[in-house]
């Protein structure tokens, strides 16, 4: 049966980007895998990449984030995806409690469920490329076989 996540406040949020479950990556604190993944937008313009890292909160980072006032990177599209893996990794890797929470979801498929995101998530009809739950589950798999 697929694990379905989402949003902070319902069961299985610790694998939403929202969790407040901050990394280090860099020398650099990132409060959640929103926030890093919203900055990383943005790397020639390391000023607004330290506000969305300061962010009071994930939506806020989200929000700085979809900004087009200044540009993103031109090869977002191509990098977005290792831009993830790397926040969900060095979340997971971060908290032993999380990672321990992810293995023992064996092979069960993990979907983000969110309706309006049809890339990251499963969107409202389920068609959606579920990205963010393929990367957690190329995670968890890169666990059970350590």
């Known amino acids: 049966m697929p694990i379905k996540f989402y949003s902070k406040t319902q069961e299985n949020a610790y ?9 280090e990556i860099n020398g650099l604190y ?14 020639t313009h390391p000023e607004y990449q330290e506000k969305i890292r300061l962010a009071k909160s994930a939506a806020q980072a989200k929000t700085l984030g979809r900004t087009r006032t200044i540009p993103l990177r031109p090869d977002w599209d191509s990098v977005k995806d290792d831009i993830m893996r790397c926040a969900v990794q060095a979340k997971f890797d971060t908290h032993q409690r999380l990672r ?18 049809y ?8 068609t959606g490329k579920n990205r963010l739950g393929e990367i957690i589950m190329e995670t968890r798999t890169d666990y059970q076989t350590e």
């Open 100 to 117: 321990t929470d992810l293995i023992a979801t064996e092979n069960e498929t993990l979907i983000e469920d969110a309706p309006t995101d």
């Open 119 to 126: 890339y990251w998530g499963a969107g409202r009809t389920g």
């Open 15 to 23: 694998l939403s980007n929202f969790s407040p479950h901050g990394f």
């Open 30 to 43: 990132w409060p959640t895998v929103e926030h890093y993944f919203q900055a990383m937008k943005f790397p």
